[in-house]
């Protein structure tokens, strides 16, 4: 899997967007880019995937540059309960034949503070 | 069940004893991982099911780990001879099929080798 590099802590303002930046320069064509988070006490909850296209659903939106070097996880109005460590992974598709061996390898993720 | 369920929640052991530690996954969940985390680190993958098909074990640290998973649901992953390195949270993740993305953690069993 490409190696992702994230900042290490963030801090937003509650109500505020945060936006947390990942650079994997060595991203190949057919891998995706996932975010999962991970709240103090509990096991990773998924948030968002893509490919080259931006995406957005009900938690998140993600945009990714033109040439896929680096993508940016959107929190439009971050809340306390958005307090977390953010993990952001690239790897080949799950639904790709055979690809369901690799595993999802985590980083140390940024740790996002959200701030009253 | 409505998520990823593990048992238990936490576990305290001594050193040279052997533990098991039990995940059920959400209900017709085709695979099954394993990951454990130390104290301020990130995940650490250990063993994946998918299937009928041999587990890949490329993650297990030693030979005193070993996981099983029976009928396709329940997994157990057992640690012998325990060690004081081995004291972590360990953490159970299912994934639909192979046409969906999405892992589904569980909360974890925190074990703590004294």
């Known amino acids: 899997d490409a190696k992702t590099t994230q900042p290490t802590s963030m801090d937003c303002a509650e109500g505020r967007a945060a936006n947390l930046p990942c650079n994997h320069s060595t991203i190949s064509g057919n891998e995706y880019v996932y975010w999962y988070r991970q709240i103090h006490s509990q096991g990773p909850q998924y948030i968002i995937h893509?490919?080259?296209n931006n995406e957005t659903n009900e938690m998140a939106s993600l945009i990714i540059t033109e040439d896929r070097k680096s993508s940016t996880l959107i929190l439009p109005h971050a809340t306390l309960r958005d307090t977390a460590v953010y993990y952001c992974i690239v790897r080949i598709r799950f639904v790709i034949m055979n690809s369901g061996n690799t595993p999802l390898v985590f980083g140390k993720g940024t740790r996002l503070s959200v701030i009253a | 069940g409505a998520g990823v369920s593990q048992s238990p929640s936490n576990k305290v052991t001594e050193k040279g004893k052997d533990v098991e530690l039990r995940c059920d996954p959400i209900s017709g969940h085709t695979a099954l991982y394993w990951y454990r985390q130390s104290l301020g680190q990130g995940l650490e993958f250990l063993i994946y099911?998918?299937?009928?098909?041999?587990?890949?074990k490329s993650g297990l640290p030693s030979d005193r780990f070993s996981a099983e998973r029976t009928g396709g649901s329940v997994s157990t992953l057992t640690i012998q001879r325990t060690q004081q390195e081995d004291s972590a949270v360990y953490l159970c993740?299912?994934?639909?099929?192979?046409?969906?993305?999405?892992?589904?953690f569980g909360s974890g069993t925190q074990l703590s080798v004294l």
């Open positions: 099911f998918q299937g009928n098909s041999a587990p890949d």
């Open positions: 893509g490919l080259k």
């Open positions: 993740a299912s994934r639909r099929d192979s046409a969906n993305e999405k892992l589904f």
